[in-house]
């Protein structure tokens, strides 16, 4: 796959990471977005409602936000374990199970009330 360079406009040469400076005090933006699917598979089709606002969504996070509009699809690791998490708030999310509290906590759910 492709990696993007860091490049020295002032050297002429490719950067390491290592000789990245940030300012003190930066803090990188990510989001969190949830991407529709559009075509569910056997196993995702029973989550997957017929209304629009009733249709799965994948929860995706990222520190390229510039990059949304290009993004065609989502991939996912068939090395992880996945659920399908419901609330009012948010909807039916695809998510890694061992990020849903996480999740829980990002979007600011009461802390005794969880996803289902």
Known sequence: GRKPVHWSPSSRTALAEAEL???EGHVSKSIYVAF???EPSDALRPFHGE???DRLKVAVWTTTPWTMPANLA???NPELEYSVVEHEKTGRLLVATD???NLASKFGLPE???FT
């Open 21 to 23: 400076e940030y300012p």
């Open 36 to 38: 529709e699917v559009e």
């Open 51 to 53: 209304r629009s606002d």
């Open 74 to 76: 989502v991939a996912v």
């Open 99 to 101: 990020l849903a509290s």
């Open 112 to 114: 005794e009330e969880e």
